[in-house]
């Protein structure tokens, strides 16, 4: 579902070398912390470009404001800590099937949030950059 709607941009796009450097340069940054015990990383960089490439994207919104096929993710905080939203991004459905509030969501936006099928240390990464979204503007 989601393969579809991910941005060509990025599906066309080739490693190119500075590209590659970087995410290379990215990758040990992240190996010399350890990510299960480090605590949030406001604004993770790493998760920020994970929501983009992975698919987040096209439901959620830019910086997780919501649109027509997905909720907004914008005050996780009061649902979710660290480790349980990196929990249920990995396995969405096995939440929904516990959780009345998921349960409605799902039903409300008639799509279904897909897993997000990556090692942990980059789940905790998009649950770092998802927690430290600012909270809307406004009522
Ligand atoms: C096909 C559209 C779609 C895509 C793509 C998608 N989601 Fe979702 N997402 C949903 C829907 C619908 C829900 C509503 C609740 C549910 O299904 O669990 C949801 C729920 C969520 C929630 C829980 C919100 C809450 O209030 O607790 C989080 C967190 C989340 N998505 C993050 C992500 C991330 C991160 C990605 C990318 C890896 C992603 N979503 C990709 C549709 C999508």
């Known amino acids: 579902m989601h393969e579809r709607t991910a941005p060509s941009s ?3 796009s080739s490693a190119s070398g500075p590209a590659l450097g970087f995410a290379l340069a990215l990758a040990a940054a992240l190996a010399a912390c350890s990510p299960a015990a480090s605590p949030n990383e406001p604004g993770s960089q790493r998760g920020s470009e994970l929501y983009a490439t992975m698919g987040c994207l096209a439901c959620h919104g830019a910086s997780g404001a919501g649109g027509s096929m997905a909720p907004p ?3 996780l905080e009061q649902h979710w800590d ?3 939203l990196a929990a249920y991004l990995e396995n969405p459905r096995a939440h929904i099937e516990k959780d009345a509030r998921l349960a409605a969501l799902k039903q409300r936006y008639g799509t279904e949030m897909p897993a997000l099928t990556l ?3 980059d789940r905790l990464a998009v649950a770092d950059y998802l927690l430290a979204l600012p909270a ?3 009522p």
């Open 119 to 121: 090692p942990e240390a």
């Open 136 to 138: 809307p503007a406004g």
């Open 73 to 75: 993710l914008t005050e």
């Open 10 to 12: 990025v599906r066309g």
């Open 82 to 84: 660290r480790a349980g």
